[in-house]
Nanobody, 120 residues
């Protein structure tokens, strides 16, 4: 069983930065971040295994990293935009099922989400 807890969300003005944390219990194959704004579909943000992956809307602004000793994954978000406003979810793949890390259906466990609000 994998348990995930997100933290670090909050309010920030456009152009500012936030760092999200995902504390994981249990071993994971990969960790991903997804976000969902009201009335919109869940969107891939970033993922990490042996390398990192980013959605087109956040590349060059967001950085995903991992501290293996602490079993914690971070999402550093810079130059935030109002369109980044969403609930951000940490998700884990517990074992290999496919090489696709972009689809939420590929992830087995999910955190409860943390709200990020970016004002204009």
């Amino acid at each position: 069983q994998v348990h995930l807890v997100e933290s670090g969300g909050g309010w920030v003005q456009a152009g500012g930065s936030l760092r999200l944390s995902c504390a994981a219990s249990g071993r994971t194959y990969a960790i991903g971040w997804f976000r969902q704004a009201p009335g919109e579909e869940r969107e891939f943000v970033a993922a990490i295994r042996l390398r990192t992956y980013y959605g087109d809307s956040v590349k060059d602004r967001f950085t995903i990293s991992i501290d293996n000793a602490k079993n914690t994954v971070y999402l550093q978000m810079n130059r935030l935009k109002p369109e980044d406003t969403a609930v951000y979810y940490c998700a884990a793949k517990s074992a290999y099922s496919s090489r696709n890390l972009y689809s939420p259906e590929e992830f087995d466990y999910w955190g409860q989400g943390t709200q990020v609000t970016v004002s204009a």
